[in-house]
Each structure stands twice: as C-alpha cells, then as structure tokens.
C-alpha cells in the first residue's frame, strides 16, 4: 500500500479508537490507547472497496482534519452514502481488533479495564487427531462408495453410519482439524474454524451469517443447545412436505440415537451468569423456562466455558469429532480436508463423483477428482446450494425457501457485575413465545458476551463513547430472541461462483416477530431490574433508568429492524419434500433430478425447525443414512 493511503487507514483507525482523555476517576491508560498503539492498521487487510473508500476520505483532508471533524465525517459517512458498507466494515474490523487481538504475552491490554479475564487455562500439549490423507499429485485421483462433502453436523453422521455398514466413505471437508490442543480460548483465533473467517453479510447487509469451517463444522464452534424438534413441526414437516414418518416413533428412534451418542443432558448444565437475570424476568412476568440440554461430557466444568464459540479446550463438548467422526474413522471413513468441492460430477443422470481444489501446506493447490456413485452434500445451508448451483442440478427450488432463524439482541445493563462471558453459553430457554405470531415467533435465549462481537456491534459516535460504553461491559447481559422464520430467502452464485445470500426482512409475520422479539426482551430487561436497555439498531435504541419506558418499547415497535440481526442457523435451501417444484430432494434427501446425491445436512429441512437446529439435523441426517443403506427402520 502507498505510504499516504498507510496514513489514512491509521488516522481511520485512530478515529475509531483513539488515544482520549479519561473521565475522573477512570483509567487513564485505557483511555489513552489508541488502535496505532495496539498495532491495528498493519492488521488491516486493504481490499479494493477499502482503498476506495481511504481515496475517498483523503479527498476530504481526512488525514490533516481534526479527531471531531473526522469522528463527524466517519459518522456521516456510516449512516449515508457511497462507502456505507465498507466504512461499517472496517469500523467492525478495528474495534473487534482493539478488544481482541493479542500482544506478546497473549493478552490483549484493553481487557483489564473491562473486565475480561482472557484465557483461563492453557491447552494440553497434546493434539488427538483424527487421522487423514495427504494425496499427492495433481491432479488427485481418488475413489470410494460414498463421497461426503462437508463434515458438519449432518455430514459426520452419514458418514459414520455408512462407514459402520462397510461401506468405503471418503469425506472431504474445506476447513482444517483443531484439537484441543489448538484452542487457546481466545476470540483472535475464531476466524480459522469459521466460514469466510467469521461474521459475514448477506447481499445488501441485511443480516449476519455465522457458520463453522472445520473438521466436525458447526459442531466444534456451536453453543451445544441440544433442543427436540417440536410436534407440531413434525406434523408440518409430513402433511405438507410428505415426510411422513416424522410424527412418528421412527423418527423419535433417530433423536434418541443422536442424544445418547453426544451424552445430550440437562444435569451437567448450571445456569450461567447472564442467564440469572433473565430468569429473574421470566419468573417475575410468570413466563415459563426450562434448563438447556447440551451435549457435554459428564465432567463438564463451567469455569472453563466462556470460550466454548472458540472451542473447547477441555474436550467436554462432545462435537462430531469426538464422536461420530472417530466412529467413522474408527470405520474406516478417510478423511481429506483443506479441500473446496465445486461441484458434483453428474453421467447419465446419475451421481458420478465430485470435482474440487486441495490447498497443500506449502499454500500450493492442486484439482481433486472423486469417483463416487453416491454423493452426500452436506456443506452447510449456505454451501450445498452453492454446490448444486454451480453443478446445474437440484432443480427449480436449489438455493431457495433459505430460512435463518434471525437473532435480535437486547442487552440489559445491571448495577451489579454480571461477567456474562463466563459459565456455559447456553443454559436457559423460554418458549413462552413460540409460535406468538401466527405460527412463528421466537426463544428467548441467553448469549455469552463475546468482547470482540460488542465492540465491533456497539453504536460508534465517537471514540470517547464507545471506550465508556465498553467499560459497562462486565455489567452487562445479552440475552436474543431467535426467530423462527415464516418467510424465507436464497441462496444464489455471485459472478465468481461463490454463495451470495439474500434476504430481506420482508414477510409480515417476520417483521412482526422482529418487533415483538425487541419488546419482549426489553420487557425482560426491566422487569429483571435493568439500568439501562441497548440493541444492535444503528443508531442504537436506548432505554436509561428514569426515562419513559412505555414510549422506548413504542420506539422499539416503530423501528426497522432489517440489518440488525444476525444468523447462526442456515437450512431448508435445498429441502426435502414430495414436490419437486418446490424441494430439491424427495422426503429421504436424493435429488429429484439425479440419481445418487444426497441432501445430507440443514440445507435439507423442509422449513425452520423453530428450535436450534443441530440435533435435528443429525436426526434427518441419520435417516437418510437409513434410506441411503436400504432401511426404513431406525434402531
Ligand atoms: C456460533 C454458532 C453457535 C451455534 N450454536 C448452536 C447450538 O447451540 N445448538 C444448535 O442446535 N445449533 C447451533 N448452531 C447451528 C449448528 O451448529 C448448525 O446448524 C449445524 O452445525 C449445521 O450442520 P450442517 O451439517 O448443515 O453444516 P455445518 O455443521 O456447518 O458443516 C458444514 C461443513 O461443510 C464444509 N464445507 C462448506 N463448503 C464446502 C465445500 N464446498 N467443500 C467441502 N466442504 C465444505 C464447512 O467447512 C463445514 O465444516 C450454531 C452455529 C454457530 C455458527
């Protein structure tokens, strides 16, 4: 980068955190750090949009002005105009860097003055891996019955069952192996186990996405709230889309088959810190809650919990690869990661193998070709589409009826430490308002607070602010409503051949579940005793102790809520169903069009499950194992 456009990112960064005067009595090293003296701006990546918008600023003197005229203009410029986007980006970008990003002693310096205790436990020495291949060659040739693209929830389950059943499996996987041995319980390192290296947008910014990338995918990065698809779902899922043993005990056979192998239970789980005051609210408004079942081993210790979306150093969390993934590989299943499958490879009608790109360590790639009559997609809800897009195949309905369980986050600031980055991540759930709006609505759910999330998420107007709004974070609770979706969205291919997601808060019923989730949680809020209500709106919807509260929740109600929230459950965009105008694959999860591919993963779900998603996708996931084998049964 030229030297002048250097000195317009530090004078950005610099303006996003800057070095301030500390307010009486608060302390002044804390205030004084700016974002040059953490190192941020040699960590920014400059992609053509950023250079743009730096040019951009310079034209305006951005580098010579002022700390409030460049505050004023970086603050315009996020609300209007041109460089919208990318000035939200980098904001995110160096105020998740200033709260996260580690020095030489593996501490970031700001975390002291908020409170944060940083990683509590170092990693074992040991890494117990799950053995894979490193194929040379270019191209690669590789061969077996079943070909499994992804390793997530859905993936590892096919896998295991089929392996279990002799049959060769070949599972290839885009993202790398972390063991326990890797996790450091730092936020800096997420990026690595995440799609797209973390949070993302959908096309227009109207909502995030968050996916795991990994050997075992979402499984080794999720929340482990482990939650049974309700009834009435069920008994959608087979009157309307024909899956009609869903209702039924076979499928109950599949659940418990998935619980017992991930140990799912309640009796480990203790309810964490910022689940306290929530309960407190629910108890308060006689709203019903129940305790989380989490899939956990039986030595499950709180104390280390708080960095379990960076994985668990402890090994309790019982993701795919400590359990069906060792199965399969117990079973024989082999295992090339580091590799992106393009697309299927499709003769006379029929699965034929797949066709992807190896990264080697040395950062060289090479094509990889599989030779497999059956093909199980199961990358993922925003992946698997991409894959039958790019392939021609699926169908009508490929990449379409996408639902993402949209989050909106209300947080309550409590006059007593809260610490709600610590203890379980999960531990609490209402479902007082499932189903509270025709037949959506949402769960009220409590969140761990991620120092890095809500730095990059706070409203910024100026650097000062945002530094006092960070020290308050120890005293704060996050809790969202996860919304079932009634509406849905797409997947579709960018001109580069990459998933472009598209949504917009466009359904009635959604926009409403939208809005009562924000006036239902701030409800919560106040009758658990907060002092102050915030949300993710830009500019931020504030509630302060003494202001009134009935014409906040009219606010609330009033406000759009399109790019507010954010989605950690991708499905249904290349479901199931006995209509192949509308499904991409028939009630057991092959295509309608091709012979031999599966649907293996949440892309698979007829609609929103209303819950959180993972046992569920395990559970139809095991069952198309079953239909793949030839049985209908489910013991
Ligand atoms: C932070 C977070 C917390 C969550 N918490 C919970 C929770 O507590 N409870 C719950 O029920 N759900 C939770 N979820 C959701 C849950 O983890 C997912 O719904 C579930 O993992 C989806 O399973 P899947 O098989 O569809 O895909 P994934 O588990 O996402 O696996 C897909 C895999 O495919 C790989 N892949 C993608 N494209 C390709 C390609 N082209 N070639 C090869 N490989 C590819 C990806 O790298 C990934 O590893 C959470 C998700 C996130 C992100």
């Given amino acids: 980068m030229i030297a002048d456009r250097l000195d317009t990112l530090a004078a950005v960064c610099d303006t996003y955190l800057p070095s301030v005067e500390a307010p009486a009595g608060e302390p002044a090293a804390f205030y004084a750090r700016s974002a040059s003296d953490l190192g941020i701006p040699g960590r920014i990546t400059v992609d053509t949009a950023t250079r743009d918008l730096l040019d951009a600023l310079e034209e305006q003197g951005f580098t010579a002005a002022t700390l409030a005229e460049r505050t004023a203009l970086l603050r315009r410029w996020a609300l209007h105009g041109p460089h919208t986007r990318t000035v939200n980006d980098l904001r995110a970008t160096v105020l998740g860097a200033g709260y996260s990003v580690p020095d030489a002693d593996g501490r970031n310096p700001n975390w002291p003055d908020i409170g944060y205790p940083g990683p509590v436990t170092a990693p074992p020495p040991t890494a117990h891996l799950i053995e894979t291949i490193e194929p040379a ?30 049959r060769s499996v070949l599972v290839i996987e885009a993202g790398r192996q972390w063991s326990e041995a890797d996790f450091r319980q730092l936020e800096h390192d997420m990026p690595g186990m995440y799609l797209r290296g973390g949070q993302f947008a959908a096309e227009d910014g109207t909502i995030g996405l968050l996916a795991g990338s990994a050997l075992g995918g979402g499984t080794v ?31 109950d056979a599949h659940l418990d088959a998935v619980r017992t192998r991930l140990n799912v239970n309640t009796e480990r789980t203790v309810v964490a810190p910022a689940a306290e005051p929530m309960v407190d ?41 400590r ?55 199961a990358a993922g809800g925003i992946e698997t589409p991409a894959v039958l897009l790019r392939s021609g195949i699926g169908g009508p309905a490929a990449g379409k009826h996408l ?73 704060v609770a996050p809790w969202h409503g996860v919304a079932h979706d009634h509406g849905s969205g797409e997947v579709a291919l960018g001109p580069d051949g990459t998933a472009v997601v598209r949504w917009r ?32 709106h830009s500019p931020e919807l504030r509630w302060r102790s003494g202001e009134d509260f009935e014409a906040y929740l009219g606010a609330l109600a ?17 479901r199931m169903g006995d209509d192949p105008t509308t499904s991409v694959a028939d009630t057991y999860g092959q295509l309608h069009d091709v012979r031999g591919v599966w649907i293996g993963d949440a892309a ?22 079953y239909a793949m084998a030839g049985e209908t049964g489910s013991s």
């Fill in 505 to 536: 808060l466009a359904d009635p019923v959604d926009r409403e579940v939208a809005t009562r989730a924000h006036v239902e949680l701030a409800r919560l809020h106040r009758a658990a005793g907060a002092e102050e209500i915030y949300t993710f």
């Fill in 281 to 321: 609210g629910l108890d308060k408004l006689g709203l019903d809650w129940e305790m989380i079942a989490r899939n956990c081993s039986d030595d499950d210790d709180p104390a280390f919990c708080g960095f379990c979306n960076a994985g668990c150093q402890q090994g309790a969390k019982q993701s795919t690869t």
């Fill in 604 to 625: 698979a779900m007829p609609t929103s499950p209303a819950v959180n998603p993972m046992i569920t996708t395990m559970a139809l996931a095991r069952r198309t194992a």
């Fill in 558 to 574: 009033n406000a759009e809520h399109e790019g507010v929230p954010a989605s950690a459950h991708q499905l249904g965009s290349a």
């Fill in 221 to 251: 990065i999720n929340s482990m709230v482990c939650l049974d698809p309700p009834a009435g779902v069920r008994a959608a899922w087979a009157s309307d889309h024909g899956l009609t043993d869903v209702p039924t005990a076979a499928f």
């Fill in 323 to 377: 359990t069906y993934l060792l199965d399969a590989a117990r079973d024989g299943a082999r295992f090339l990661l580091h590799t992106t499958v393009e697309r299927v490879r499709v003769q006379n009608g029929a699965a034929a193998g797949v066709i992807g790109t190896m990264t080697r360590p040395d950062g060289s790639t090479a094509r990889v070709v599989v030779d497999a009559p059956e093909v199980v997609l």
């Fill in 137 to 166: 060659g270019d191209p690669v040739r590789l061969a077996a019955d079943v070909c499994v693209v992804g390793s997530g929830a859905g993936g590892s389950v096919i896998a295991a069952e089929l392996a279990a059943r002799g």
């Fill in 403 to 475: 639902r993402l369980h949209p989050a909106y986050f209300v947080n309550g600031v409590y006059d007593r430490e809260i610490h709600a980055w610590s203890g379980q991540i999960q531990t609490v759930v209402s479902f007082a308002f499932q189903g509270s709006v025709a037949d959506a609505g949402f769960l009220v759910e409590h969140v761990t607070l991620s120092p890095k999330a809500w730095a990059a998420q706070l409203d910024w107007t100026d650097g000062a602010a945002h530094k006092r709004e960070m020290r308050k974070l120890s005293r």
